[in-house]
């Protein structure tokens, strides 16, 4: 048999996290170490699986399974295909910055850190899972750290209310996915969660897949943060700690997503494709509603916040399509979306750190202080802006193109109106920029007001370090996408090979 | 009906019984013959006694081939009737262990003689087949349970809340008789299987069986505390010492579902009786889930807490239960093995709660504030305890309702589904307000630190292990739900 590498990478972080909690507790500095080195082994792995991948074969490889509990049909399987690799190796980037971000955390930091790894081990689960159980089964064990981590070390003004509304949010979305999957078990009559099984073998009526996609669709994409459940994302963002505010828009919200499409579009085929263009219409509003909000934020991280449920809201839009361009589009979107906010936030967190404020209007000149953030946040709203050259254009142009071609799949009530979906998503970038222009003119540049002046005191190693690894990968999709798109389009093909088109 | 004769070797089925009576005379004279410190050994010689009685009965008891009627056709030996005798063994041995500590009852063998005794008319309930020894049974069960109740005299509540608890048990009691005798009357067996053949044959009208099976869900109903039966719960529970509430959260309750399965399955589940009465209990399980955890959001009492959130698991395994038509071993199973993952993390919440109260001489959740800080290690236990009640994996009570989900969809009942969905987001509101007060609120100053004695820390071990384990590796377990289901039918 073959190195399990993906059971390893999923269950490592979560032996980790279990470890984490029988060390002494007053020596923060071994426990910093172990969760650091502990990460760099996660990364390693991620990048291992990423390169292992073989695009040429494509489909889904690395196949691990176990029968976990066989009197139901339960398995344990895991495995990657296009999609979910480069989620695999994001959550790896994103779990390592985020712990050298969270170097700072004096209060409890063996909880921290402890149940940071069991929400690695959550989201590494649900990216690798093909099996509808285990499925579900990493994806609450994703949803529960966040409520203490939040509740513990996140904002206080309102990190009770946002931690409570963020975890009843998910969970809700999460029963009614469970009760939706429950449902395709029931129907199937092929008693297996294993999702290869029901994807070959299930024959879904067109109106139970009509019923029941929007149990699963919604109850996932409530994770992506998608318009009219969007509510729980800024709020939960603003009062995260750095790095769970980190994890959180980087790698959950793509956890929802992600599973909304392997879930719902991949075994619902014809229900996605009934509920397309309402699926389009609410993202579209994602879209142009998140910016224009972030606009109005003056708070960094609220405007992060909001910027990230429009950016989701292109993922969305990207899946909605249903075409080849748009999931390609939607899946470097996720990647890029997942390393840009990561990067913001953190940047954000470093200068809150000193400053002890994060409204636009109280800061100012921190480049001179900082250049090194004031970079990272540079190249991060060029992303955001979608330049080309950086991620974000590789990522959000094939959204924009898919959408405009959704039409043509078939007649639906918005046939005539997606060509002005796109150019309206793609005018929204215009007022993204604006608001990144804003907040880069006015916290960066200009004057240092006197109250902080003092405070902005250099950053850590740990945060220089995470910010290059942050940059590099942003850079190295935007310079030479083709390293990703090539195995996203394995990925989509198999997507595509299941809505018949 | 054809039943067996008798042989000695019947004898050896209710075996781990035997030597519970034994066990129970061991304490008593240890009662009166230990003095001083080496008293706390009776709670030991307890726990040891219901786990030895445990290994015995896997040994020895455990049902082999095909299900006999024994004894005249009073028990049953059976799969499904065992399962449900390890989980009280077990269950009477953590309760024997939490209250070993405990003043005014860890030094008392009469105490440790009574609990030994629930559990024995426990073991009966699970395998009882006859209407004058099922009675037998929950009598034994309830007086006893009264006695542990109301065992601290001198303190109020303790002596109020057996009270309220015998009341309310002695009239639901005589009403589940009435419905018994009616049975008899109707049938002339007081065999469930012969009362099942004679109710086949269609002689008793529809109003009437339906009656019937009301003044029997009055008693059930009572000892699930289901709704509407269970206004005792929050009182007794509360005014209970802990380690009682805890045996009867999660012991007695389970007694009542096996005799449910019983009475409903086997005698009284013609077709036209189940057109009656499941849509009934149908509504009771919506009632009782939904009810328990709103009502639950508003207490400040901890053990109030568990008492109303325990009405709601109690919900939530009937919606099991009325799956059972449609899909009857998934059912069964379904619920055997979320009453397993409930007694284990029940019993785990309360441990912590009699650590906690021990120190802090409080249950009033605020008083819980920053224990997190005061014992890292018991906030852990109590948050895995909590996330399981809760639901969350990797614990016990997630794969616990992903069952009952299951088999709710499987038997078509989606409304049922959702209510359980809305319903595990209320729970999960409370219990994550309660965490919140361990980990974010601050601690009061000075406050000391939790010790835990090594007993305590061995029943903690090995009960979050538990947790853990039926929520991970619970296979085995699954597969023994599985097995005692299919002797059930």
Not at chain 1, 122 to 139: C, E, I, K, P, S
């Amino acid at each position: 048999m073959d190195f399990p590498i993906l059971s390893v990478i999923t269950f490592f972080p979560g032996i980790v996290g279990a470890l984490l909690f029988f060390f002494p507790e007053d020596n923060k500095e071994q426990i910093r170490w172990t969760a650091l080195l502990a990460s760099l082994v996660t990364l390693v792995l991620s990048v291992m699986v990423y390169f292992t991948y073989d695009v040429d074969l494509g489909g889904y490889q690395m196949v691990d399974r176990f029968a976990w509990i066989p009197a139901v049909g339960i398995n344990y399987i895991v495995a990657v295909d296009g999609m979910s690799l480069p989620m695999v190796l994001l959550t790896g980037i994103v779990l390592t910055t985020g712990v050298l971000i969270s170097w700072g955390i004096d209060d409890r930091p063996r909880e921290f850190f402890a149940l940071l790894f069991l929400l690695a081990m959550g989201v590494w689960g649900v990216f690798v899972a093909q099996d509808m159980f285990t499925l579900f089964f990493f994806y609450e064990v994703a949803v529960f750290p966040m409520y203490l981590m939040i509740a513990m070390w996140g904002w206080k003004k309102t990190r009770e209310y946002a931690a409570m509304k963020l975890t009843l949010f998910l969970v809700v979305g999460s029963l009614f996915a469970l009760i939706g999957a429950l449902a395709m078990y029931a129907e199937s009559g092929l008693g297996t969660f294993d999702m290869f099984i029901i994807q070959e073998q299930a024959v879904f009526s067109e109106r139970f897949q009509i019923i029941w996609f929007p149990f699963v669709f919604v109850g996932f994409i409530v994770l992506a943060g998608m318009f009219p459940f969007h509510n729980w994302s800024p709020v939960g963002h603003v009062a995260a700690p750095t790095a769970v505010s980190m994890f959180h828009a980087g790698v959950l919200m793509k956890l929802g997503a992600y599973a909304a499409l392997r879930v719902g579009v991949v075994l619902l085929p014809e229900g996605a494709k009934f509920w397309m263009p309402y699926i389009v219409i609410a993202a579209f509003i994602n879209v142009v509603y998140g910016s224009l909000i972030a606009m109005t934020r003056k708070d960094l991280k609220y405007m992060i916040g909001y910027s990230s449920v429009s950016h989701m809201g292109l993922v969305v839009l990207g899946l909605a399509t249903l075409n080849e361009l748009g999931l390609t589009g939607a899946g470097l979107q996720m990647f890029s979306h997942g390393a840009m906010t990561a990067l913001f936030f953190s940047c954000i967190g470093m200068v809150y750190d000193r400053a002890h404020t994060r409204m636009i209007p109280e800061l100012g000149g921190v480049m001179k202080k900082l250049p090194m953030v004031g970079v990272a946040f540079i190249i991060g709203g060029l992303v955001s802006m979608g330049m080309p050259l950086f991620s974000g254009f590789v990522a959000e142009l094939p959204i924009f193109m898919g959408a405009w071609r959704a039409g043509v799949q078939g007649p639906d009530f918005i046939a005539n109106y997606y060509a002005w979906i796109a150019i309206i998503s793609a005018l929204a970038i215009v007022i993204t920029a604006a608001y990144i222009i804003r907040a880069v003119g006015s916290v960066f540049f200009g004057e240092i007001p006197e109250k902080i002046e003092a405070d902005l005191t250099p950053i850590r190693w740990q945060d220089r370090t995470a910010i290059v690894i942050l940059v590099v990968s942003l850079l190295a999709l935007g310079f030479y996408p083709a390293w990703m798109d090539t195995v996203i389009k394995t990925g989509v093909d198999s997507v595509m090979a299941v809505l018949g088109a | 009906m054809d039943f067996t004769s008798f042989e000695a070797a019947h004898f050896l089925v209710i075996l781990p019984e035997i030597i519970l009576v034994g066990i129970a005379a061991l304490v008593m004279t240890m009662d009166v013959v230990q003095k001083g410190e080496s008293r706390r050994m009776m709670g030991y010689v307890t726990a040891l006694g219901f786990l030895a009685a445990l290994l015995i009965g896997i040994a020895v008891a455990a049902p082999s081939g095909d299900p006999k009627l024994l004894f005249g056709g009073t028990i049953r030996s059976d799969m499904l009737g065992f399962v449900f005798r390890a989980m009280f063994l077990v269950a009477g041995a953590v309760t024997a262990v939490l209250t070993s500590d405990v003043k005014g009852l860890g030094k008392r063998g009469d105490f440790f003689a009574v609990l030994i005794a629930t559990v024995i008319g426990m073991n009966f309930m699970a395998i009882a087949t006859d209407l004058i020894m099922l009675y037998l049974a929950m009598e034994t069960t309830s007086i006893s349970a009264y006695a542990l109740t109301g065992f601290l005299l001198n303190n109020d509540r303790s002596a109020e809340s057996g009270l309220k608890y015998f009341l309310f048990g002695a009239v639901t009691s005589t009403v589940m008789l009435f419905g018994f005798s009616l049975l008899y009357g109707l049938t002339g067996h007081t065999n469930l299987y012969g009362i099942a053949e004679a109710l086949s044959a269609g002689n008793v009208s529809f109003v009437m069986l339906i009656g019937i099976a009301i003044m029997i869900l009055v008693g059930i109903g009572f000892k699930l505390s289901a709704f509407p039966f269970h206004f005792w719960t929050p009182d007794v529970y509360e005014g209970a010492p802990t380690p009682i509430t805890a045996f009867i959260s999660t012991a007695s309750k389970t007694a009542g579902f096996i005799v449910l399965l019983r009475v409903f399955i086997v005698a009284l589940s013609t077709s036209s009786g189940v057109a009656g009465w499941l849509p009934l209990i149908m509504a009771i399980a919506a009632v009782t889930t939904t009810l328990g955890n709103l009502v639950a959001l508003a207490q400040t009492n901890i053990k109030r807490l568990l008492a109303y959130s325990s009405i709601a698991h109690a919900g939530y395994t009937l919606m099991a239960f009325v799956a059972f038509q449609q899909a009857p071993e998934e059912s069964v199973s379904a619920v055997t093995f979320y009453l397993m993952t409930y007694i284990l993390t029940n019993l785990l919440a309360f441990a912590v709660v009699i650590l906690f109260a021990k120190v802090a001489g409080s249950d009033e959740i605020a008083d819980y504030a920053g224990m997190s800080r005061r014992s890292p290690n018991l906030a852990l236990v109590m948050l895995i305890a909590f996330l399981s009640l809760a639901g969350i994996p990797p614990l016990a009570g997630f794969l616990g309702k992903f069952f009952i989900f299951k088999v709710v969809m499987d038997a078509g009942l989606v409304w049922l589904a959702i209510v359980g969905a809305l319903n595990a987001l209320v729970a999960l509101y409370y219990y994550l307000v309660v965490m919140k007060v361990v980990y974010v609120d601050p601690a009061p100053e000075g406050a000391p630190r939790i010790p835990i004695a090594t007993p305590y820390r061995i029943v903690l071990a090995v009960l979050t292990v538990g947790v853990i384990v039926l929520g991970t590796a619970a296979t085995p377990f699954y597969n023994w739900a599985i097995a005692g289901a299919s002797s059930f039918f």
